[in-house]
């Protein structure tokens, strides 16, 4: 069986828009996490004023998250021929930092062998997302590749 009826190139129906690049509508699941992002933090930081440093741990990685979403949301919005190298850096230095951050409030609670090991994953996960964010380039696409054959 062959298809029936040519392929439509209308834009997809689910949440994209056609003129734009954007979202037809916004969801409240993001707007929800947040909201639970920022009672948690408030609440971490209220049991934990008199420990300066969790409050400061608490603060830090709040406010990396909150820029971690804004740049993310702004990078999807963006078409990928026009992202700066610029705002894809800033993105892998926050979750870097993240990353770093909570590595550090793990290692402090775990034997020496097991905190090397859970440095070593980090810096992984560190440079493999420099690798891939920062080096990699992706090869484009042959949307057409083999289609003379058919």
Known sequence: MGLEEPLSTSAPASGWSSGGGGYKHETWLPIIGMIFLT???IIAVYRSI???????????AYANVVLF???MRNIEKTPEMKRPVRMKATV?????TLTVLFTYRVSIMLPVFL????WLMACVIVFGGFYAILVHRKEP???????DNV
């Open 69 to 71: 979403v804004y740049y």
């Open 141 to 147: 696409e042959l949307c057409n590749k083999g289609a």
């Open 39 to 41: 009672i948690n933090s």
């Open 115 to 118: 905190a090397i090991i859970v």
């Open 50 to 60: 008199n420990d300066v440093w969790t409050v400061m741990f608490v603060v830090t």
């Open 92 to 96: 892998w230095a926050l979750a870097s």
